[in-house]
Every structure is written in structure tokens, then in C-alpha cells.
């Protein structure tokens, strides 16, 4: 992959704004929204980010997402999974 840098001049109140809104849609960045952003575009997919556009999850999805919880749940009370008390001993296991 070749990379360039685009610099755009931006007024500091709109950049400003921009970072507020890529944090809380969960980007670490300004950058990242604005390479989602663009590789989106360039697909020609359209992305909303509006909450009430994600809407429910289709029937098929909600039954596969119930069943999951079950199973978890099912697994949880029979002592099947396993249990953490510090995030030390959680990474420990992932590093195992």
C-alpha cells in the first residue's frame, strides 16, 4: 500500500468538533474517521452514523444473538467458563 499526506487547512473550531464526534462514534483519532470516511466513499458505500439507523437486528440475527446468550448463560451456571479477578490474570491466560 503507498501512503501520501493530504494537509487540509481547517478552521480549529471545526477540527475541534470533529474529534469530539470521532471519539464518541469509538475512533482514536481524527484520522481514522476521516481514512474510514474515505475508503467508504471511494466504495461507494454510504455510512450513517446516526443511533437511530442501526434500528433492530433482522429476525435471523436476534435468534442467533439469543441463542449465544443461552449457551453463555447455560455455561456460566454449569462452571464452564472461566472466571477473572484482575486484569493481570486475565492477560496471563490470553498470553497462555
Known sequence: MSTVKL??????????RLKKRATALGFD???????????????GRHINFDEDAWGQPSAKAADRLN???QEAKRDYQA??????????????????
Open 7 to 16: 494537509q487540509i487547512p481547517i478552521d480549529k473550531d471545526v477540527r475541534d
Open 29 to 43: 483519532s481524527v484520522q481514522a474517521y476521516i481514512r474510514f470516511w474515505a475508503k467508504a466513499e471511494t466504495d
Open 67 to 69: 441463542r449465544l446468550a
Open 79 to 96: 462452571g464452564k467458563l472461566k472466571g477473572y479477578t484482575s486484569v493481570e490474570e486475565f492477560m496471563k491466560d490470553l498470553r497462555a
